[in-house]
């Protein structure tokens, strides 16, 4: 780098230490951001995985009754198994009977306790045989009554619960207060891959399961001693025949933690596709402020061209800030990085998704990631501004004014171009996606991530032309300011079109403050109106009772089903229907490979009084299944047909008896059964509300007043809950984009601050040829007014195509470009208010700089 150079760095860094701490700040902003979302995303991914805990680790082989789903390895099975068959064999040294139930954990004040992210809350049965028992008690005693539970600590620390405490257990049926008498661990893991476990005797599980005496779900079995695992499964297959899935212990391990890893993979990705976004806002605020440097130290880079230093050693000293800056960026980041991540641990968390489970991860990944991206994005943004400070002439020293240098448009049009051909070959696929797969999740997760780097070339090729509409958008700005503001406007146009990279890089500060914010907005409002809309369309009933506990997907937790009784004889009730619901899987579709189906039932009676679906389907009969018009296409099915599904108590025939519509999406989006068919399917099919006509809020609440952990919601209320799993997506977005939008609105404030700050002899000429303060802070309120306007309508322009293209690309109706009136007017003029807020202070101290101070700035 050379000696010299390294002591000009030395001096710039004693003398400038005020412009750097800014662009200083604003990288380790971004890199504490960039840290944080790849520490959530590793820990997520480290949670919804389990880690490699698993409550199978000591059986050799396990015995599920009928068939298991091959798909789906934590899938319950669908048939019984008699406990004393597999006790009998000889090469069998130990078994215990197994089930599981889903449950809600609620602390004694109501509150529903979150299972570890992704998971569940089950029920199964404490095994009293150490040779098979895998929980390690870390406080307490096994359970040894009814009533008597012990949980995994995962779910003791999330709901703030010790050995002796009491909680509530919300059953399919029922809810069951128990006290806990132990604390486990499993592998030395708080939870498992399934989720966090509630271990109560096995008697207490098996009735819960609603299983016969001596029949469970599965059996776990060890192997005598000398006898391999993989010959006592052979020996159990050809024993029970197809009664029954044997699989050993190590497959079902092996599966759970593959479907896991891979569950956990897929959300480190959303997350990751949002750590981009941090990225690429922390290269546009670096590059802005490395920008504005640049442009404040132009006569002293000039002079070091007059003085006999080349192009390429002035570039290099330039790179060699940014390599300082970045330095020290990437070890305040990654030092910010744990608490910030923390905060986002919490705000998921409240949403129902909760990672806390795993720890703070210190591995080679979460430390050098960010740190590497310290450096580079510093580098990457300060690339350009190396390359015009290496351009500046030596003439340019002799010049008394900030004036810009003229440069070639050339380089600028054609990246501008380069930039937009990307973004318009990103969105094409995002149509070429949407053409070629199906509907679903998994499209619409495609289509989203090239409508967002699409989105995100396209801001980076109109900042690149920003240059262009300054001097336009600051004609028109001081004709109408002449108007208002007399000679004061027109010296301000002078200044705006003298300098429009000065204002285009404060203005392209704002256009992405401003894209931020009203995209994520926007697609938010859309959304949300369009499940008012629709729950509003389908919920004939005025009223819902719901749990105030939530899944992991942040839906009301199931009830118990006691509830529609408790609330059918309450004042003026007309109608009290428990809407159910259960996962079957079609395995006699003519489409081969169907997914699983959700099937709800409400009441005996069908949906009539409570739901209005579309299509007007007649109430299904005992035997017979509805289909949504999506699902009955799908599956290639025609009314009249019969179909075979694979349920929670075995394979059941149905015949389809027509189709319809929900298009909330919320109470039975795929298929409707009667109850009486519902219970043939599942008899512990989920409550996930009771839906009421009539009666009043306050008679309800009476009603249930005796039931811990439920709650009366109105119809609006009850869809918005409802509607959580579907619109939690959006909500991490608000998480990621609120902290990027404070990345931008502080680079924002940088720029801002630093332009102003380097025409601190401009303006001191200005006071000398009899210019009052009042009248330079004019002058920059009228700049500011052009950052404003530009920065606001490409923005703007931003966030509607990019909402335009979702709904064109994804076909759905809950992204609908179609904004309410008082958006624009609201972001615009929060929009003025942060420009003018940013501009205010450092305003007003060039305008109290002394002549002769000014007359001596660089």
């Known amino acids: ?233 052979g020996e159990l297959a050809r024993e029970l025949g197809g009664a029954a899935t044997v699989r050993t212990a190590g497959s079902v391990r092996l599966a759970q933690a593959a479907a896991a890893s891979g569950e956990g993979a897929s959300i480190a990705g959303v997350v990751g596709m949002l750590a981009s976004v941090a990225i690429f806002v922390g290269l546009f605020v670096v590059a802005n402020t490395f920008g504005a440097l640049v442009r404040q130290r132009t006569r002293r880079l000039a002079l070091l061209g007059a003085i006999g230093a080349t192009p390429r050693q002035i570039g290099r000293l330039i790179r060699l800030e940014a390599l300082a800056v970045g330095a020290v960026a990437s070890a305040g980041g990654l030092a910010a990085g744990f608490p910030l991540a923390e905060l986002i641990v919490r ?161 392209s500060s704002v256009m992405l403050g401003v894209a931020l914010v009203a995209s994520v907005a926007l697609v938010t409002l859309s959304a949300q109106d369009r499940f008012r809309e629709a729950g509003r369309q389908v919920m004939a009933a005025e009223h819902a009772i719901a749990s105030t506990a939530r899944t992991a997907e942040g839906a009301p937790a199931p009830l118990p089903r006691d509830v529609a009784a408790a609330v059918a004889g309450a004042p003026g009730v007309s109608r009290a229907v428990a809407l159910t619901r259960t996962q079957v899987t079609p395995v006699s579709s003519p489409v081969p490979g169907a997914e699983p189906l959700l099937v709800s039932a409400a009441g005996q009676d069908g949906p009539r009084d409570v739901l209005r679906l579309g299509g007007r389907p007649p109430a299904p009969r005992p035997g017979e299944i509805a289909l949504s018009s999506a699902v009955l296409e799908r599956l290639g099915l025609r009314s009249g047909q019969d179909i075979v599904v694979r349920a929670a108590r075995g394979r059941v025939a149905l015949t389809v008896t027509g189709a319809y519509h929900d298009p909330s999406h919320l109470f039975a989006d795929q298929a409707l059964v009667a109850q009486a068919t519902m219970d043939r399917l599942d008899a512990n099919a989920a409550t996930q509300a009771v839906l009421v006509r009539g009666g009043s809020r306050e008679a309800l609440a009476r009603a249930v007043a005796g039931i811990p952990g439920v709650r009366v919601l109105g119809r609006d209320a009850y869809v918005e809950a409802a509607s959580r799993p579907l619109t939690r997506a959006l909500r ?30 401009e303006f001191g000429l200005l006071a000398a040829v009899g210019a009052t303060g009042r009248q330079i802070r004019a002058i920059v309120r009228w700049e500011a007014a052009t950052v404003v306007t530009l920065g606001t309508a490409l923005g703007l322009v931003i966030a509607l195509g990019a909402l335009t293209l979702l709904h064109v690309t994804t076909g759905s109706s809950y992204l609908r470009p179609a904004p309410p009136w008082w958006l624009f007017p609201a972001i615009a003029a929060a929009a003025a208010a942060a420009t003018l807020a940013t501009s205010a202070l450092p305003t007003r101290r060039a305008a109290a700089v002394p002549i002769l101070t000014a007359a001596a700035t660089e």
């Open 1 to 233: 780098m050379g000696n010299p150079l390294w002591l000009i760095a030395r001096r710039t860094f004693a003398e400038g230490w005020v412009r750097l701490t800014a662009t200083l700040l604003a990288a380790l902003g971004s890199i504490a951001l960039i840290a944080a979302s790849l520490q959530f995303a590793l820990r997520a991914q480290e949670a919804v995985a389990g880690s490699d805990a698993s409550e199978y680790f000591r059986a050799d082989v396990l015995v599920r009754g009928g068939t298991a789903d091959p798909g789906d390895p934590f899938a319950p099975p669908d048939g019984r198994i008699r406990l004393d068959r597999i006790t009998a064999l000889p090469s069998v040294a130990a078994a215990a009977g197994d089930a599981e139930v889903a449950v809600t954990a609620s602390r004694t004040d109501g509150r529903g306790i979150m299972a570890a992210a992704e998971g569940r809350t089950l029920l199964r049965p404490w095994v009293p045989d150490p040779r098979l028992n895998p929980y390690r008690l870390e406080a307490g005693r096994a359970p040894s009554a009814d009533g008597e539970v012990a949980v995994v600590r995962h779910l003791s620390r999330a709901g703030e619960l010790s050995v002796g405490d009491a909680m509530t257990l919300t059953l399919p049926h029922r809810a069951h207060r128990v006290r806990i008498t132990g604390i486990v661990t499993v592998q030395g893991r708080d939870a498992v891959a399934a989720g966090d476990l509630v271990l109560a005797p096995p008697e207490a599980v098996r009735r819960a399961a609603a299983l016969p005496a001596g029949s469970w779900q599965g059996v776990w079995v060890k192997a005598a001693p000398g006898v391999p695992a993989e010959r006592l499964r």
């Open 347 to 507: 705000l998921f968390a409240r949403d129902g998704f909760d990672v806390s489970a795993a720890a703070p991860q210190t591995g080679w990944a979460a430390l050098t990631v960010p740190a590497a991206a310290g450096i580079l994005v510093t580098q990457a943004a300060a690339w350009r501004a190396a390359r015009r400070a290496a351009a500046v002439p030596p003439v340019q020293a002799l010049r008394g004014t900030a004036a810009e240098s003229r440069e070639r448009s050339w380089p600028r049009l054609l990246s501008a171009a380069a930039l937009s051909a990307g973004a318009i070959l990103l969105f094409g696929v995002a149509v070429a996606v949407r053409a070629e797969e199906p509907p679903g999740p998994d499209r619409t997760f495609v289509v989203g991530l090239m409508i967002v780097f699409g989105a995100m070339l396209a801001v980076t090729g109109l900042a690149m032309l920003t240059p262009y509409f300054v001097g336009p958008l600051g004609g028109l700005v001081g004709r109408l300011g002449a108007l208002a503001g007399g000679e004061t406007a027109r010296l301000a146009r002078a200044t705006i079109t003298r300098s429009p990279r000065r204002v285009s890089s404060a203005a």
């Open 732 to 761: 991490a977005t608000h998480g990621f984009a609120g902290l990027a939008l404070l990345l931008a609105l502080f680079g924002m404030a940088t720029t801002v601050s630093m332009s102003v700050a380097e025409r601190t002899r």
